[in-house]
């Protein structure tokens, strides 16, 4: 993969309300690179939020969406999607306190 820093590896966090209830078990969800593996993905988390020590790291990627308008058919963006489960013990992620 070409030159990927843990700073472009997530892109934004994933505000639905499945998202906010997981946040109960130290579970965030958030979209990442294409290109990310799951030891990346875990690298940036840590280096990005001081004090995090993440456990486990599901990834899943999202086909995107049918769209027409008039005549024209066309895709929305396909997308990755890595949740993130934060050990026991670790500090929460300060982005979403407050949500």
Do not use: C, W
């Amino acid at each position: 993969m070409a030159n990927v820093q843990y700073y472009d590896v997530i892109i934004e966090p994933v505000i639905t309300e499945k998202s906010m209830d997981e946040m109960n078990e130290n579970k965030y969800t958030f979209f990442v690179h294409p290109q990310a593996n799951k030891t990346m993905i875990k690298e940036a988390v840590e280096k990005m939020f001081d004090g995090t020590k993440v456990a486990r790291v599901n990834t899943l990627n999202v086909k995107g969406k049918s769209r027409r308008r008039g005549r024209v058919e066309g895709r929305t963006a396909d997308r990755k999607k890595a949740i993130v489960q934060l050990a026991e013990g670790s500090k929460e992620i300060e982005i979403f306190q407050g949500l």
